[in-house]
Nanobody, 121 residues
């Protein structure tokens, strides 16, 4: 059994900051890419940021310079530091990870349950 558990969402005023965390637990051999996606009401889920096991990162243009993704491989945790938040950042944020449950087996995609981020004055 593998679980991704997110925390850190909430409500904040425009210009504020939030930090999301996502911890993977269960029977895990290794974790490849980890990332954050978001889905606003009436819109498709979109990639926010992704980080490889080695630490290479990629961001959506809309969050470049404001959001920072990082990970702690020993803790099996990925973080998303969100600064200068805007109302258009309001969405449910989902953690995603490519996880190998046993050495030599393929990696499968796992999702967290989602955490709400609301940016409003």
């Amino acid at each position: 059994q593998v679980q991704l558990v997110e925390s850190g969402g909430g409500s904040v005023q425009p210009g504020g900051s939030l930090r999301l965390s996502c911890e993977a637990s269960g029977s895990i051999s290794s974790i490849d890419d980890m990332g954050w996606y978001r889905q606003a009401p009436g819109k498709q889920r979109e990639l926010v940021a992704i980080i490889t096991r080695a630490g290479s990162t990629n961001y959506a243009d809309s969050v470049k310079g404001r959001f920072t993704i990082s990970r702690d491989n020993a803790k099996r945790t990925v973080y998303l530091q969100m600064n200068t938040l805007k109302p258009e950042d309001t969405a449910v944020y989902y953690c995603n990870a490519e996880i190998r449950r046993s050495f030599g087996f393929p990696a499968y995609n796992y999702w967290g349950q989602g955490t709400q981020v609301t940016v409003s004055s």
